[in-house]
């Protein structure tokens, strides 16, 4: 067995019906070939133990028999070590934590048998850990009488470890099973043993249901909200800081932050943490302690409700920095929020958090980034020229995983804005993951079924399986039971994805008006000719799932490139005009000769401009006029003008010589050819060279050259 093998049975476990070939590549980032390999390795391993093999139905995907669902949980927590082969990332997450937390010398000998690979293997993870330890400033190095020794500030040291239990101990309710395993392996469960002397795994293990216990006291007493996921980081912070409590390792804080720290209503609660952790554990937390944990609870709780939203200096500035970033994202993403004040106040909530994080260089982690950036590429890099504001105001800069969060909000602001469905079927999320991931889900759910509106969002905590909810079905991010058809989901939906939940939704619509073109009687005659039944039931069930389903697929939304929009008859060059509103009409001129828009958009985008200012201009010498795809609007275009001699627009000191005026049907479509767009106008070089232009084809040279990015 090995982390591929028990994530694939982990997913099928929970899976109520077959799962497609296609959704199983995408969730384990395989190949086809990968997964037929690990398909014959999990059933050698099912036969082994006298178990039903997974099932693979043409069409339909593979499926786990219920007999073998209940058994393989039991099954994998009494795995014998020799069984489980640790995976490149789970050999180096568990050496990171032996290394950091040992309280004996740990020599090669005993790291290769930690992960039970040879010598070389083992050698070459510990230079890369090195190299990993390194982003944290801590130092690995050999001495020949202690060991491998990790030396660095006591801060460093436990941010490096949640960073690497956070990878260990995943939060996602289907990878509970290999978490099991890993503490199994790890953990050296004896709950005899001192705490001081516990394993670290082994200490998670044993009081992680306590202490979170312990934070759903504090913050139902504190009035703190919190994200299912937040509950499960700072679970797992306070066990890590018991942890080097309880084995003599302690943080420090200057006395200047400490004060500060002491005036916010989350050191209250930290005390109020401390204090119970200190009994629980025997264990003396200090104030600097308490304090190192009050910056910890500001950079992941959402408001303290007493205290609603304290008006200081930094929330005005967050709310300047919020109105910044609104306003420059619709500039360069060429859209309007319609509720724009909605959508700054969740941001202001979120950037509460994320500025917090920064100050106290906090570590998140964001599961989701790599899925942001291939499903919603625009929108990140989009998100990425805008929060400067913020890193100058901080003085740091935002990795990806923060950025991923707040790409979160603009993508599913952008998807939920508009007409809403028509209320015919009703749905509830449940989601573990936050609130921008469950707007984002909402936005993508009531995209693609039309008929549906998502009439609730729960938390996990707050989504009770006994209680009678008014919805035809659940879609939930987390494995769930309900008397109610639940859909399993993944917060940001891929094509195979969505296609899948489609395909459930039909299903789950036409057992109560199916026609079939199929007797199931008669081929349950035929059936029963030929062989026996065990469960007629089951297979009335699965026949009718085969021949119900109409198979939907969904057609790629349109994102033409840069060159698709900007052809040879939608530039104009070396133009000379009188101002800048007869600059907007000439630049819209080929549009309005191809149909594109009508007179009315022009009149829009001369009107938006008298109104909001010159928003448009997004560089020095250049402008991007659009108005809202309602107000004229026919089909997606884009046309470039250049001016001998700039143009000004009002309340502005820049002359503006290029002119690309954009035409978007909805908020998406255009993004990949404005995200190519922005890059070329990011080149100061090429500007000048379409500014010099005197033929279109130099201009359509450079814009073939971008449309390739």
């Given at each position: 067995?090995?982390?591929?093998?028990?994530?694939?049975?982990?997913?099928?476990?929970?899976?109520?019906?077959?799962?497609?070939?296609?959704?199983?590549?995408?969730?384990?980032?395989?190949?086809?070939?990968?997964?037929?390999?690990?398909?014959?390795?999990?059933?050698?391993?099912?036969?082994?133990?006298?178990?039903?093999?997974?099932?693979?139905?043409?069409?339909?995907?593979?499926?786990?028999?219920?007999?073998?669902?209940?058994?393989?949980?039991?099954?994998?927590?009494?795995?014998?070590?020799?069984?489980?082969?640790?995976?490149?990332?789970?050999?180096?997450?568990?050496?990171?934590?032996?290394?950091?937390?040992?309280?004996?010398?740990?020599?090669?000998?005993?790291?290769?048998?930690?992960?039970?690979?040879?010598?070389?293997?083992?050698?070459?993870?510990?230079?890369?850990?090195?190299?990993?330890?390194?982003?944290?400033?801590?130092?690995?190095?050999?001495?020949?009488?202690?060991?491998?020794?990790?030396?660095?500030?006591?801060?460093?040291?436990?941010?490096?470890?949640?960073?690497?239990?956070?990878?260990?101990?995943?939060?996602?309710?289907?990878?509970?099973?290999?978490?099991?395993?890993?503490?199994?392996?790890?953990?050296?469960?004896?709950?005899?043993?001192?705490?001081?002397?516990?394993?670290?795994?082994?200490?998670?293990?044993?009081?992680?249901?306590?202490?979170?216990?312990?934070?759903?006291?504090?913050?139902?007493?504190?009035?703190?909200?919190?994200?299912?996921?937040?509950?499960?980081?700072?679970?797992?912070?306070?066990?890590?800081?018991?942890?080097?409590?309880?084995?003599?390792?302690?943080?420090?804080?200057?006395?200047?932050?400490?004060?500060?720290?002491?005036?916010?209503?989350?050191?209250?609660?930290?005390?109020?943490?401390?204090?119970?952790?200190?009994?629980?554990?025997?264990?003396?937390?200090?104030?600097?302690?308490?304090?190192?944990?009050?910056?910890?609870?500001?950079?992941?709780?959402?408001?303290?409700?007493?205290?609603?939203?304290?008006?200081?200096?930094?929330?005005?500035?967050?709310?300047?920095?919020?109105?910044?970033?609104?306003?420059?994202?619709?500039?360069?993403?060429?859209?309007?929020?319609?509720?724009?004040?909605?959508?700054?106040?969740?941001?202001?909530?979120?950037?509460?958090?994320?500025?917090?994080?920064?100050?106290?260089?906090?570590?998140?982690?964001?599961?989701?980034?790599?899925?942001?950036?291939?499903?919603?590429?625009?929108?990140?890099?989009?998100?990425?020229?805008?929060?400067?504001?913020?890193?100058?105001?901080?003085?740091?800069?935002?990795?990806?995983?923060?950025?991923?969060?707040?790409?979160?909000?603009?993508?599913?602001?952008?998807?939920?804005?508009?007409?809403?469905?028509?209320?015919?079927?009703?749905?509830?999320?449940?989601?573990?993951?936050?609130?921008?991931?469950?707007?984002?889900?909402?936005?993508?759910?009531?995209?693609?079924?039309?008929?549906?509106?998502?009439?609730?969002?729960?938390?996990?905590?707050?989504?009770?399986?006994k209680a009678a909810y008014h919805v035809d079905f659940i879609v939930s991010t987390i494995p769930i039971k309900h008397t109610i058809p639940v859909f399993h989901v993944n917060p940001i939906l891929t094509d195979i994805e969505k296609e899948t939940l489609l395909n459930k939704f039909n299903l789950l619509i036409q057992r109560k008006t199916w026609s079939p073109r199929y007797s199931i009687p008669a081929l349950m005659d035929i059936?029963?000719?030929?062989?026996?039944?065990?469960?007629?039931?089951?297979?009335?069930?699965?026949?009718?799932?085969?021949?119900s389903t109409e198979k939907q697929t969904l057609s790629k939304g349109v994102k033409p490139v840069l060159q698709e929009l900007l052809t040879e008859d939608m530039i104009q060059l070396q133009q000379t005009t009188m101002n800048w509103k007869t600059a907007i009409k000439l630049a819209a001129q080929p549009m309005l000769a191809n149909g594109s828009v009508l007179d009315e958009y022009v009149e829009a985008m001369i009107n938006n401009?008298?109104?909001?200012?010159?928003?448009?201009?997004?560089?020095?010498?250049?402008?991007?006029?659009?108005?809202?795809?309602?107000?004229?609007?026919?089909?997606?275009?884009?046309?470039?003008?250049?001016?001998?001699?700039?143009?000004?627009?009002?309340?502005?000191?820049?002359?503006?010589?290029?002119?690309?005026?954009?035409?978007?049907?909805?908020?998406?479509?255009?993004?990949?050819?404005?995200?190519?767009?922005?890059?070329?106008?990011?080149?100061?070089?090429?500007?000048?060279?379409?500014?010099?232009?005197?033929?279109?084809?130099?201009?359509?040279?450079?814009?073939?050259?971008?449309?390739?990015?």
């Amino acid at each position: 067995m090995d982390e591929r093998s028990v994530h694939l049975l982990s997913h099928l476990t929970h899976a109520k019906e077959y799962v497609p070939i296609k959704e199983i590549i995408d969730k384990l980032q395989i190949s086809r070939r990968t997964l037929y390999y690990d398909l014959q390795k999990t059933n050698d391993w099912l036969k082994d133990q006298d178990l039903e093999p997974i099932k693979n139905v043409r069409s339909l995907g593979l499926s786990l028999p219920e007999a073998t669902k209940q058994k393989v949980p039991a099954l994998l927590q009494e795995v014998d070590t020799q069984q489980y082969y640790f995976s490149e990332k789970e050999r180096r997450n568990l050496l990171a934590v032996s290394l950091i937390t040992t309280r004996s010398p740990l020599f090669l000998k005993d790291l290769m048998r930690k992960i039970k690979v040879s010598r070389g293997t083992t050698i070459h993870e510990v230079n890369k850990l090195k190299e990993e330890f390194a982003s944290f400033q801590l130092h690995l190095h050999f001495q020949r009488t202690d060991g491998y020794i990790v030396e660095g500030d006591e801060n460093q040291k436990r941010k490096a470890l949640l960073y690497y239990l956070s990878h260990i101990l995943a939060a996602d309710g289907w990878n509970h099973l290999v978490n099991e395993i890993q503490v199994l392996l790890n953990g050296e469960l004896n709950d005899s043993a001192y705490e001081i002397e516990k394993n670290t795994l082994s200490f998670i293990h044993e009081y992680f249901p306590f202490i979170e216990e312990l934070v759903r006291d504090s913050v139902t007493k504190y009035g703190i909200q919190i994200t299912d996921e937040m509950y499960q980081q700072l679970s797992l912070r306070l066990l890590i800081f018991s942890k080097r409590l309880l084995e003599g390792s302690t943080i420090h804080i200057e006395e200047e932050e400490k004060e500060v720290l002491c005036t916010t209503p989350e050191y209250e609660v930290a005390t109020y943490i401390s204090k119970r952790l200190e009994s629980m554990f025997q264990v003396s937390f200090p104030e600097d302690e308490i304090a190192y944990l009050t910056m910890h609870l500001l950079g992941i709780s959402i408001r303290v409700d007493q205290y609603e939203f304290d008006y200081n200096e930094v929330t005005e500035n967050l709310k300047w920095i919020i109105e910044q970033m609104v306003f420059d994202f619709q500039r360069y993403a060429c859209v309007f929020f319609q509720d724009s004040p909605k959508l700054k106040e969740d941001l202001l909530n979120h950037l509460k958090q994320t500025y917090y994080r920064l100050k106290y260089d906090l570590v998140i982690d964001n599961p989701l980034v790599k899925t942001i950036q291939q499903t919603y590429g625009e929108v990140f890099q989009l998100t990425k020229k805008v929060i400067h504001h913020l890193e100058d105001y901080i003085g740091k800069s935002l990795n990806e995983d923060e950025i991923g969060f707040l790409a979160m909000y603009f993508g599913g602001w952008l998807k939920r804005e508009g007409t809403k469905p028509q209320a015919r079927k009703r749905t509830m999320i449940v989601c573990g993951n936050g609130v921008s991931t469950s707007q984002l889900l909402q936005s993508q759910i009531e995209n693609l079924l039309t008929t549906v509106d998502v009439v609730n969002i729960l938390s996990l905590r707050e989504f009770d399986e006994k209680a009678a909810y008014h919805v035809d079905f659940i879609v939930s991010t987390i494995p769930i039971k309900h008397t109610i058809p639940v859909f399993h989901v993944n917060p940001i939906l891929t094509d195979i994805e969505k296609e899948t939940l489609l395909n459930k939704f039909n299903l789950l619509i036409q057992r109560k008006t199916w026609s079939p073109r199929y007797s199931i009687p008669a081929l349950m005659d035929i059936i029963q000719k030929h062989t026996t039944i065990v469960d007629e039931k089951k297979l009335k069930e699965e026949l009718v799932q085969y021949f119900s389903t109409e198979k939907q697929t969904l057609s790629k939304g349109v994102k033409p490139v840069l060159q698709e929009l900007l052809t040879e008859d939608m530039i104009q060059l070396q133009q000379t005009t009188m101002n800048w509103k007869t600059a907007i009409k000439l630049a819209a001129q080929p549009m309005l000769a191809n149909g594109s828009v009508l007179d009315e958009y022009v009149e829009a985008m001369i009107n938006n401009v008298i109104e909001l200012g010159p928003y448009v201009v997004i560089a020095p010498k250049i402008a991007i006029p659009h108005a809202r795809p309602e107000q004229g609007v026919k089909r997606m275009g884009m046309s470039l003008l250049t001016l001998k001699d700039g143009v000004l627009f009002e309340k502005s000191d820049n002359p503006v010589q290029l002119m690309i005026v954009l035409a978007a049907v909805d908020k998406e479509s255009h993004l990949k050819a404005l995200a190519q767009l922005s890059e070329l106008l990011s080149n100061e070089k090429d500007v000048q060279r379409i500014l010099a232009a005197d033929n279109k084809q130099t201009v359509l040279e450079l814009i073939a050259r971008y449309s390739q990015n």
